[in-house]
């Protein structure tokens, strides 16, 4: 009783756990504040419960990182709980089977036992009075035997037991006169041997069969009590007084019968459990471990090492896993063998076709010059078409150009000549250069959050030749309307953003806009425009840094254009301190495709396919370990073009007006455009 009731006191709403528990389940909103705090580690403002939970979670940790990566473990642990859960119920029923059948047999031989006990004792009381009567004495000595009889009933009938049983006699009620004061073989204490409900069962005036029930016996000589089977009935002495008279069976052999069987299922059970989990870890490992093997292969094989192969032995269903499994990892080496081939060849091929075209090259532009100086002594239609020849040998050597350029990233000899500059002075150069194609379109540039230093370890060529991509594409598509140019920084990233309000793009186009030679229109000539490299060249650009170049657009509401680099060279990227999509967007706006108010379900704007999902994230402020690189924004050939020296000079720039090497700064993001909120790379 004690232990159950101390078992289920923290149930009770009054007890300490409970009670904040009844709290939280009480009120909804407290329920859901406790809920979050649990998961997301802690509570704003209590740093008292932050710590606790932190304590609580931090050795759980290691526990369910294990539990969750290891099936071994969880199969031999819900083997050992399932056999854990069967032995327990097995050992309830059968102890329960054990105990009735022993107190049955028990209850029956004490029955009979007793019943012939008060047969004896009514058979000796009639014969006593018939004696006794017969000799006419008087009422004193009548009382004198009746004493002396209750005391020789108490020790005959007690002695026929040997141990097996204890003979009691009570008075009925309070009456204690006459001799019939209790009286108990054994040193049995009888009032306290027998329980007060028995007694009133044994007095009823309705009872005249024996009644029973289970009792402790207590010894008056400090013996430890015992349990027993107390079975008792109302008789008369030889005067025709009642008594009552109890017969005492210890139950300690069935006790003893019934601990021997716990202790016996309990070692059987527990060998059990233990044996059923060796079982289960053994058929596991079998398992288990042909399937380790071949992830660990695969990672080898993802790492590239292709030759790799797994152990095959015998012939069931994990030896012909492990055979297609070699299979397949022989055929991928083939394909990729034969892939890169193709690719090696392709890249000789343009190598070597962008190197001999040069010589020819020269000699044509020598006589396209020749030409095209005296194209004044020529009728019209020949002068003409030498000013074309001329304009598209000019196109021709810009496309060779930037066919030599990719060749050299393909072939993974792209190397990045990194160093501390400010982005404001490059996109001053690019606006610069861009303003005259401007005018001509009718369009103005405007540059937004260069009031202060936007500074990082880049190849300022590199950089230059990304953004003035960017601010003429979105120029000649911009319709004749402003492109803003937006400078950022935060935490340990810079970005630039160029926005048009021209003709967009289309759903989908967002990503495939880095393509080579790639065009919204295929049906229409490459006439106009770039050579079609451009945006691949400036893709690649960004990855030898070790940043990001994304698009954005909607039709007909313009497009945006982000690089996003880190501050420090090798440092890894964690999102972006200006937001992709602007906020100037018509999703931002509430507006739909046509551009008016949206009524309906929401239609997000053109963006790229992310690959990580989630949304888009404020940039952090840096601090604690770098987290790990967007793979994304990693070079995507595999080529090893990340090739990023460190300065020379350690970080630091010649001094303008001493020649001196001084501290490169770090200037702290500041300003309205770096606290805008970043967006969390997923694209490209």
Known sequence: MSGDSAASAPGRPGAGPGRASGRGAGNPRRGRLFTAALLSGGVQGSPVVRLFIRWVRRPLLPVMRLWRRNIQLRVVATTLLMSLGVVLLLGFVVIGQVRNGLLDAKVKASQSQATGGFAVARQSADETAAATHGGNGADGQQSQNVIQWMSDLVESLSSGGSGAFDVVTLPVGDDSGGGRSPRGSGYVSPAESVPASLRDRVNSSSSTAAAQSYTRIVYSNRKDSQPALVIGKQVNDPNGHPYELYYLFPLTQEEKSLSLVKGTLATAGLFVVVLLGAIAWLVVRQVVTPVRMAAGIAERLSAGRLQERMKVTGEDDIARLGEAFN?????????????????????RFVSDVSHELRTPLTTVRMAADVIHEAREDFDPMTARSAELLADQLDRFESLLADLLEISRFDAGAAALEAEPIDLREVVRRVVGGAEPLAERKGSRIRVVGDLQPVVAEADARRVERVLRNLVVNAVEHGDGKDVVVKLASAGGAVAVAVRDYGVGLKPGEATRVFSRFWRADPARARTTGGTGLGLSIALEDAR???????????????SQFRLTLPRTADEP??????????????????LDDGGTPRGGAEKLATVPVQQNGGNASALPPRQGAAPVADPTALPGNGNGNRVV?????????PDDRTGTQVPDPRPEPAGQDSTEAGEAFRGR
């Open 645 to 653: 020296p460190r300065p020379a000079n350690g970080g630091r720039r």
């Open 544 to 558: 030898l840094h070790g940043g990001w170049l994304q698009a954005w657009g909607e039709p007909g509401g313009g």
């Open 573 to 590: 990227l964690r999102g972006s301190p200006i937001p992709l999509e602007p906020k100037d967007s018509r999703r931002n706006r509430g």
């Open 327 to 347: 299979k397949m990892a022989q055929n991928l080496q083939l394909k990729i063998q034969q892939l890169e081939d193709l690719s090696r060849m392709q890249r």
